[in-house]
C-alpha cells in the first residue's frame, strides 16, 4: 500500500505491517483514505483528531446552510378584498423570507361548480406578486382544493451608495 505521512510527505509503497509499525512508533494510526486506488492509500494520523475536525467542519456547514420551507396560504372562492389583501401580505413575507409558497383555494359544498373562481384567485395572487415571485407550478385542481406553488426571485444586491463628495470627486470643506 502506498504510505503517507503526518505531514502530507509520501513514504512510498510499503507492506501493511512495515505501515503499521512506523504508525505505532510515531504514536499515531493509520487510516485508509483511498481504498479503490492502485496500490490503496493510508495516511499515518491521528484518528481521534482527525474524526474530531470532520465533526468540527460538519458543524459548520451546517450553520451556513440555509432551510428552504414551504409556506401554505389558503384561500376560497368567495375571500373577500380585506382578507385577500392581508394573505397577500402574509404571502410577500414568505417570499422576502426566502420561503417557497402553496397558495391553496378550496371548495366547499357546490363551489366545486365554479372552479373558474378559484383560478381567477389564484391567477389575481400571481398577478399581485410577480414583481417578487415566480410561478413554480402552475395552478392545478386536485379533488376539492386547487394548488399552485410560488418561488421567491432572487434579485441582484443593489450597489452601494457613495457619499456625494466622493461621488463628485470633490473634498469637503472643514469646518474649524
Known amino acids: 500500500m502506498r504510505v503517507v505521512d503526518e505531514n502530507g510527505e509520501q513514504l512510498g509503497v510499503l507492506d501493511t505491517r512495515k505501515a503499521l ?18 496500490p490503496p492509500v493510508c495516511k499515518i494520523m491521528d484518528f481521534g483528531k482527525f474524526k474530531y475536525q470532520q465533526k468540527k467542519k460538519l458543524q459548520e456547514a451546517k450553520k451556513k446552510q440555509t432551510v428552504i420551507q414551504i409556506k401554505e396560504v389558503k384561500f376560497r372562492p368567495k375571500t373577500d378584498d380585506h382578507d385577500y389583501q392581508t394573505k397577500l401580505k402574509h404571502i410577500r413575507r414568505f417570499l422576502e423570507g426566502g420561503d417557497r409558497c402553496k397558495v391553496t383555494v378550496f371548495f366547499r359544498g357546490r363551489e366545486i361548480v365554479h372552479k373558474d373562481r378559484g383560478l381567477m384567485v389564484l391567477e389575481r395572487v400571481v398577478e399581485d406578486t410577480q414583481d417578487m415571485a415566480k410561478v413554480e407550478s402552475r395552478p392545478a385542481a386536485e379533488g376539492r382544493t386547487m394548488t399552485m406553488m410560488l418561488a421567491p426571485v432572487k434579485k441582484a444586491p443593489a450597489p452601494k451608495a457613495k ?3 466622493e461621488a463628485e470627486g470633490q473634498e469637503q470643506p472643514q469646518q474649524d
Open 163 to 165: 457619499p456625494k463628495a
Open 21 to 38: 509499525e512506523i504508525a505505532m512508533e510515531k504514536g499515531l494510526d493509520l487510516v485508509e483514505v483511498a481504498a479503490n486506488a492502485d
